[in-house]
């Protein structure tokens, strides 16, 4: 137990954070070209916001939320998602005086009960926008090309968009009449779960992942095909704008997506080269959410990438991430007064913005010169009381192996040229 990470939940090792970094350079200078500015949100809310904004009936709710009463006796969850955070922020700090639309971004951790598996943790990260107080369909056109430069950006190719509308409430309440006349001679065979979004929200059933399930919604009528007019010309209008720009798409009459905030818009990005946990993106309109939670009607529209599948699809990919460069100089010393020497130095080189490393073990000459190479030291100096007393040393080009005497008041000139 005490060596062993919680199950769902994984370290990310110093030699593998140059991928972080990298992606999280690419999100924030998407997000810069696109207008979004970050926030940051609490780890932490209260249960109801998740119960109100995610919803009642969604797989997060009904099954995965990591909920606990604090010592105050409040309920608390931890953020299973960051769009119900995002929105009480919006509501709770005024944003609608804001001009509008307001463009957010996040880049969080988020936390689920989940049944773990590859591409499924119980701590992952997401990347996420909100765009709030446009009701579209440009907007939801600007998000979509936005996931689609940034997957360009990355190199990454194996990914399809599919997109599709779960309509408004007036014509879900319509459509959900036939859904359910469809599904209720079969009700009885269906699972717990969808037992009970059949009267609350029948729409639900069709993101059911259980295989029982799944047959019996697979001949259902389907949502897109009962729109009503402002939903289908709305529909229309995203379809022109991605044909407008040049980005592909396919409709897809299933995505319904887990959350029960969605309205009209809803798209996923998806991979077939990463196994069962393909979605790599989800995303939708929401245009019920900032009312939900207590706020003045507000359109929105957001999505969210999981970075654990993001990173799986590159490695599948075979996309190499750049690897950090080595440090700048190594100095090795032999001797206490070398050493103390080279403590000096390599405090004033990275005053300098250099970066420098001495020995701090009491390693050999040899050891230091195989430690060096470790730590693909760019220069390489060796100093002994002779080079102390001269002021003058050898600066060895590690990658030319190239060999110089310099005076050693001129090594950061040196490295700096
Ligand atoms: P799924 O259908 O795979 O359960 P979801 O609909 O629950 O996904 P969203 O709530 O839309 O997912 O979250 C957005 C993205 O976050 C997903 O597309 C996926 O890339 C990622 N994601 C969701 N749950 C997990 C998880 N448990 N582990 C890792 N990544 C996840
Ligand atoms: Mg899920």
Same mark, same amino acid.
């Given at each position: 137990?005490?060596?062993?990470?919680?199950?769902?939940?994984?370290?990310?090792?110093?030699?593998?954070?140059? =991928?972080?970094?990298?992606?999280?350079?690419?999100?924030?200078?998407?997000?810069?070209?696109?207008?979004?500015?970050?926030?940051?949100?609490?780890?932490?809310?209260?249960?109801?916001?998740?119960?109100?904004?995610?919803?009642?009936?969604?797989?997060?709710?009904?099954?995965?939320?990591?909920?606990?009463?604090?010592?105050?006796?409040?309920?608390?969850?931890?953020?299973?998602?960051?769009?119900?955070?995002?929105?009480?922020?919006?509501? @709770?700090?005024?944003?609608?005086?804001?001009?509008?639309?307001?463009?957010?971004?996040?880049?969080?951790?988020?936390?689920?009960?989940?049944?773990?598996?590859?591409?499924?943790?119980? @701590?992952?990260?997401?990347?996420?926008?909100?765009?709030?107080?446009?009701?579209?369909?440009?907007?939801?056109? @600007?998000?979509?090309?936005?996931?689609?430069?940034?997957?360009?950006?990355?190199?990454?190719?194996?990914?399809?968009?599919?997109?599709?509308?779960?309509?408004?409430?007036?014509?879900?309440?319509?459509?959900?009449?036939?859904?359910?006349?469809?599904?209720?001679?079969?009700?009885?065979?269906?699972?717990?779960?969808?037992?009970?979004?059949?009267?609350?929200?029948?729409?639900?059933?069709?993101?059911?992942?259980?295989?029982?399930?799944?047959?019996?919604?697979?001949?259902?009528?389907?949502?897109?095909?009962?729109?009503?007019?402002?939903?289908?010309?709305?529909? @229309?209008?995203?379809?022109?704008?991605?044909?407008?720009?040049?980005?592909?798409?396919? !409709?897809?009459?299933?995505?319904?997506?887990?959350?029960?905030?969605?309205?009209?818009?809803?798209?996923?990005?998806?991979?077939?080269?990463?196994?069962?946990?393909?979605? !790599?993106?989800?995303?939708?309109?929401?245009?019920?959410?900032?009312?939900?939670?207590?706020?003045?009607?507000?359109?929105?529209?957001?999505?969210?990438?999981?970075?654990?599948?993001?990173?799986?699809?590159?490695?599948?990919?075979?996309?190499?991430?750049?690897?950090?460069?080595?440090?700048?100089?190594?100095?090795?010393?032999?001797?206490?007064?070398?050493?103390?020497?080279?403590?000096?130095?390599?405090?004033?080189?990275? =005053?300098?913005?250099?970066?420098?490393?001495?020995?701090?073990?009491?390693?050999?000459?040899?050891?230091?010169?195989?430690?060096?190479?470790?730590?693909?030291?760019?220069?390489?100096?060796?100093?002994?009381?002779?080079?102390?007393?001269?002021?003058?040393?050898?600066?060895?080009?590690?990658?030319?192996?190239?060999? =110089?005497?310099?005076?050693?008041?001129?090594?950061?000139?040196?490295?700096?040229?």
């Amino acid at each position: 137990m005490l060596t062993q990470a919680p199950k769902g939940t994984k370290d990310i090792l110093p030699s593998e954070i140059h =991928k972080w970094h990298y992606i999280e350079k690419e999100i924030a200078q998407i997000c810069s070209d696109y207008g979004y500015k970050e926030i940051r949100i609490p780890v932490f809310e209260h249960t109801e916001l998740f119960q109100r904004g995610v919803g009642d009936t969604s797989d997060i709710v009904q099954k995965e939320m990591y909920t606990f009463s604090d010592k105050g006796g409040r309920s608390i969850t931890l953020r299973p998602e960051g769009t119900a955070g995002v929105a009480r922020s919006y509501i @709770e700090n005024g944003m609608s005086s804001l001009p509008q639309p307001v463009k957010l971004y996040y880049n969080i951790t988020a936390y689920r009960y989940e049944n773990v598996q590859k591409g499924r943790y119980r @701590e992952f990260h997401q990347f996420g926008v909100e765009a709030f107080g446009s009701y579209g369909p440009s907007i939801d056109v @600007e998000i979509i090309s936005m996931v689609k430069l940034l997957f360009d950006r990355l190199g990454i190719n194996q990914v399809r968009l599919n997109i599709n509308s779960i309509g408004c409430p007036a014509c879900r309440a319509e459509y959900n009449k036939k859904l359910k006349d469809y599904l209720r001679p079969n009700l009885e065979n269906m699972c717990p779960t969808c037992k009970t979004r059949f009267e609350k929200n029948p729409l639900r059933i069709i993101d059911c992942k259980e295989q029982g399930c799944k047959k019996i919604t697979a001949g259902a009528p389907a949502l897109i095909d009962h729109l009503c007019e402002e939903c289908k010309n709305h529909f @229309e209008g995203l379809k022109a704008g991605l044909d407008n720009i040049g980005i592909e798409y396919s !409709v897809d009459k299933n995505i319904v997506r887990g959350l029960d905030y969605y309205t009209k818009t809803v798209f996923e990005f998806v991979s077939d080269s990463i196994g069962a946990q393909g979605t !790599v993106c989800g995303g939708g309109r929401y245009d019920g959410l900032i009312e939900e939670c207590g706020g003045k009607p507000t359109p929105g529209i957001g999505f969210a990438i999981g970075i654990e599948r993001l990173l799986m699809v590159m490695e599948n990919q075979g996309i190499e991430i750049p690897q950090p460069k080595g440090i700048d100089i190594f100095i090795a010393a032999i001797g206490e007064k070398a050493h103390k020497y080279a403590e000096k130095k390599v405090y004033e080189l990275r =005053k300098e913005s250099l970066s420098a490393e001495k020995d701090l073990m009491g390693k050999s000459l040899k050891a230091q010169m195989k430690y060096a190479d470790k730590l693909q030291a760019k220069y390489c100096i060796v100093l002994g009381d002779e080079e102390i007393d001269s002021g003058k040393a050898v600066l060895k080009n590690m990658k030319t192996g190239e060999e =110089k005497e310099i005076s050693l008041d001129t090594i950061i000139d040196r490295l700096k040229m």
